[in-house]
């Protein structure tokens, strides 16, 4: 499994020792609001979503969502990485932060670093990325990173869901780093 890195930010596969993280991050209230509840509450749930979501991910289609740290002291401060739906087409880029370390450009350093990943190790020219219309700053972030909006599609559960979508080159994305 694949670790990533920027200049402020290290992207490394989750594992069990990040269990008190993810309980702290999945009840957020706004994870509970714009992502929704997963029945995270104890670091044995913790654990085990690690292990049968986010591992069983990267074991699968060998890319998932990663656990992004700070560089110069190995907070976990977020995740951002890569996700395949089965009711999305394409692959699709997610990111959700701590509440501390949203507004200091992580997501957009990590999603970048994402989304070069995407083009040039496993040479995917289409990413997507799905948010509630009620998230503003993720929509605002998405178009950041250079996604537009694509449509809007109903999931499962009868949410409403903003789709973007962006096209991929590894030249395009080569100055991303960093």
Known sequence: MVTLSTE???????DSTDAAFFVRLMNDRDWLRFIGDRGVRTPA????YVEDKLLASFHQH????????????????GICGLLKRDTLE???VGFA????????GYGLEAGRRSLEYAASELGLSRVVAITVPANE???RLLERLGLSYDHTMVNESGEEL????????AAATSTWTG
């Open 45 to 48: 749930d913790a654990k085990a």
């Open 137 to 139: 700053a993720s929509a």
């Open 8 to 14: 402020r930010l290290t992207l490394r596969p989750p």
């Open 90 to 92: 394409d692959v699709d």
């Open 97 to 104: 932060f701590l509440p501390e370390a949203r507004g200091l």
């Open 62 to 77: 060998g890319f998932g969502l990663w656990v992004v740290e700070l560089r110069e002291n190995g907070k976990a401060v």
């Open 162 to 169: 903003l789709v973007f979508a962006i096209r991929l080159s």
